[in-house]
């Protein structure tokens, strides 16, 4: 049989209502989308005339930073949200083609309920369902379920390596499991499953590699780079020998949020507009809330000044934009539009071939498989990706024209038949 070429895989991120910050203040975004079931199937169906592998629902099963009162809680779309796996199962009675991708936590739920829920899924969409596998990382959540603390990192993983092998056990019919997190012994009270559950996941430290190399299906991964988009997908990668997978057994699909104009002045005046929507009180809370020293009080249009760094760890992304910062001599304002834009991951200002340019090169040099789509503001910023973006990959070869498959395993291009590795 003729090999299959290789295409890109591309997913629709529906962050409510987009990745910037101020994306509610659009005037083409419906404020109040995010309880509009309207909203999703209008996001759903043009994921699907796009010709997209799936869509995904981030998630978090708690409001977070709740005890930092700098933050605009009244101005942030993030927070209201439905549960995405009840969600995508409506989606699901609305769409044909579409993988369909709720985010659930392997720390906060038990294999059994969510084996049955996503089975559910899977049979009601006819084989288009998925997981992103999270492991939490607040303690926000952690009290939501009666905890005083978040577990470190190592018990969470194993946690969730364990999770998967009932998981499989349960998709698969009965199963007799008793290990170190779990007991669980019977069948869902459904049929076994035709296929495996494609397992998304992310996270860039050892524990996360590691999980994802020994039950991943797609890594969803934030770098803002190629380099460091090169150096990720060869580490994780590197590790599936270990557990007798392959290379092409494991999708990297970056996220990648773009301002797509049909000329760069007209995608540089859309960042603009968005840019200027942010309120002042929403980006000043979001520099402290993500450990900038807090500015208050200090001229907007005034040089960024030189206060002392709250206590613990900075990350990168702090480091680096102060250090811009005091490099280009940016004002606060200019700081906290840095912050308030969403380039978190790879990001991009420009015309539809200049946005394919750079998608054909991460993807022919080893840095990506395909993309995860992070709009600005949904629907608005979808439709110009999928209308502008996607025809010029296809008129290059690297997208489908047309679904060849009806699965969302077929649609990655995933085998059926992969053995899965046992927790050590």
Not at 52 to 72: E, H, K, M, Q, T
Not at 127 to 138: K, P
Not at 194 to 199: E, S, V
Not at 409 to 414: A, K, P, Q, W
């Amino acid at each position: 049989m003729k090999p299959r070429k290789r295409m890109m895989s591309l997913g629709l991120s529906i962050a409510n209502l987009g990745y910037h910050y101020a994306a509610w203040r659009h005037p083409d975004v419906p404020a109040d989308g995010n309880m509009d079931f309207r909203h999703f199937v209008h996001c759903a169906r043009l994921a699907e005339r796009g010709k997209l592998d799936g869509i995904f629902l981030a998630d978090s099963s708690a409001v977070r930073d709740l005890d930092r009162p700098a933050i605009a809680r009244e101005m942030e779309h993030q927070i209201v949200k439905h549960e995405p796996t009840a969600l995508l199962t409506a989606l699901a009675a609305v769409t044909k083609h579409i993988g369909l991708v709720p985010t659930a936590s392997a720390t906060y739920n038990e294999p059994f309920n969510l084996a049955r829920q996503l089975v559910t899924l899977d049979r009601v969409s006819h084989g288009r369902a998925g997981w992103n596998m999270v492991t939490g990382f607040s303690l926000d959540e952690a009290r939501n379920f009666g905890l005083d603390k978040l577990a470190d990192s190592d018990t969470r993983h194993a946690r969730a390596a364990e999770f998967v092998t009932v998981l499989r056990g349960l998709e698969g019919g009965t199963i007799d499991h008793e290990g170190r997190f779990f007991r669980v012994r019977g069948s869902l009270g459904l049929p076994p499953a035709a296929h495996r559950i494609p397992i998304f996941t992310a996270g860039e430290s050892d524990n996360a590699q590691e999980l994802a190399a020994r039950c991943a299906d797609v890594v969803y991964g934030g770098q803002p780079s190629i380099e460091e988009a090169r150096a990720y997908y060869t580490s994780v990668k590197g590790r599936l020998a270990k557990y007798g997978r392959d290379p092409d057994e494991l999708k990297m699909m970056p996220g990648i949020m773009a301002f797509v104009g049909r000329t760069q002045q007209e995608a540089r005046d859309k960042f603009d507009r968005m840019q200027a929507l942010i309120e002042p009180r929403l980006g000043l809370g979001l520099l402290t809330v993500n450990s900038f020293p807090d500015y208050t009080g200090h001229d907007l249009d005034g040089p960024v000044p030189d206060l002392p760094m709250p206590g613990g760890r900075k990350s990168e992304f702090v480091v680096g934009a102060l250090a811009k910062a005091k490099r280009e001599k940016l004002t606060i304002r200019q700081l906290y539009e840095l912050v308030s834009g969403g380039f978190w991951h790879l990001g991009m200002v420009g015309t539809p071939t200049m946005i394919a340019d750079l998608m054909e090169e991460w993807f022919t040099t080893g840095a990506a498989d395909g993309f995860n789509i992070q709009p600005p503001c949904i629907p608005v910023d979808a439709e110009d990706f999928i209308e502008l973006v996607v025809p010029e990959l296809q008129r290059r070869g690297l997208f489908r024209t047309e679904y060849e498959g009806a699965t969302l395993s077929d649609h990655l291009g995933l085998r059926q038949d992969l053995p899965m590795a046992e927790v050590a």
